[in-house]
């Protein structure tokens, strides 16, 4: 069953819907521990209830790239979400059940979509790599997205940005979520292109695709220096609900169906038989369902 708003929402910048966010949330922002021994940090993640994990005091020289070589020699199942030298916040996210499947089966359709036009060597699958920039003379900050990717071969290289990101997160707050989606765009130096986000709270899944524009102050014109105010702006958002009073159990989608930029994704205009990713109701119908029953 459907509930269909055919009109999308006005563009809203990262900044206002933050602010939004933090009084409206009904989450939590994910429990946080402070550094002292590796060991202690992975008996917390191991302990820790939701799919996320901040961290505080983490020096990048000595405790972040500790806790790396750990979690590579332990084969541990965690990412680094987000980490800030400056800040010594590193923001773990936990790979459970329900967090993959807000993110794995949207980025199986988009590829699904992409090899039906003929792309399945025009694309890289960059996964949850990490991707790092240096900040100062000794320290660093770094992403570790959940699904990601880009067009080969412009984005081949090894180290390369994604063009698309896709963010997932249940007990992270839709604030705190929306901070890190800013960073991809600004740790990148706006190589990111597109960054979608998957939040559950319990009763509601929202999808909600962030783009950039730039935001020219009021007077001024546009100029080559114009990448210096590149804003994040929310271009859709969708929320999925489920209706337990229908025999089966269905679920309502508003707003339309989902649709990702060809054009932000390859860097380049769509060709013959080539054209816009588009996730149909019953696409996000089903993929609710696959959600759901990982709760």
Same mark, same amino acid.
Not at 14 to 37: G, Q, W
Not at 219 to 225: F, K, L, P, V
């Given at each position: ?5 055919? $009109? ?25 521990? !402070? ?25 990048? @020289?000595?405790?972040?790239? *500790? ?8 084969? $541990? ?35 699904? /979509? ?8 025009? =694309?890289?699958?960059?996964?949850? %790599? ?18 990601? #990717?880009?067009?080969?071969?412009? !984005?081949? %290289?090894? #180290?390369? =940005? ?5 963010? %997932? ?7 705190? @979520? $929306?901070?890190?989606?800013?960073? =991809? ?11 979608? @986000?998957? *939040? ?8 909600? *695709? ?24 929310? $271009? ?18 508003? !707003? #339309? %169906? ?23 109701? /019953?696409? @996000? ?6 959600? =759901?029953? /990982?709760?």
């Amino acid at each position: 069953m459907t509930s269909i708003t055919s $009109r999308p929402p006005p563009a809203v910048s990262l900044s206002a819907a933050s602010t939004s966010a933090s009084t409206s949330s009904a989450v939590l922002d994910p429990p946080a521990v !402070r550094f002292t021994k590796t060991q202690d940090l992975f008996d917390a993640i191991y302990h820790t209830r939701g799919d996320s994990l901040t961290v505080t005091s983490i020096m990048y @020289l000595t405790n972040f790239t *500790k806790i790396e070589r750990a979690r590579e020699k332990q084969g $541990r199942k965690f990412r680094f979400r987000d980490y800030d030298s400056n800040s010594q916040i590193l923001i773990i996210t936990i790979t459970t059940d329900l967090h993959e499947e807000l993110h794995k089966r949207l980025y199986d359709e988009l590829i699904g /979509q992409i090899r039906d036009m003929g792309l399945k060597n025009g =694309w890289r699958n960059i996964g949850s %790599a990490k991707r790092l920039t240096q900040q100062g003379h000794s320290g660093r900050s770094g992403k570790e997205g959940d699904s990601t #990717g880009g067009p080969d071969p412009q !984005r081949a %290289a090894k #180290g390369a =940005w994604p063009t698309l990101v896709i963010e %997932a997160g249940f007990s992270q707050s839709l604030g705190s @979520l $929306r901070l890190a989606i800013q960073r =991809w765009f600004s740790l990148s130096n706006h190589e990111v292109k597109v960054v979608l @986000l998957a *939040k559950f709270n319990g009763t509601t899944i929202l999808l909600e *695709k962030w783009e950039e524009e730039i935001q020219v102050r009021p007077g001024a014109t546009t100029t080559r220096h114009s990448f210096q105010h590149l804003t994040p702006v929310l $271009r859709q958002s969708i929320t999925i609900t489920q209706n337990t009073t229908t025999n089966p159990i269905s679920y309502n989608v508003t !707003r #339309g %169906a989902l649709v990702l930029s060809f054009r932000l994704l390859f860097l380049r205009d769509p060709g013959h038989g080539e054209g816009d990713f588009v996730f149909s109701l /019953q696409e @996000l119908e089903e993929y609710a369902k696959k959600v =759901w029953a /990982q709760v």
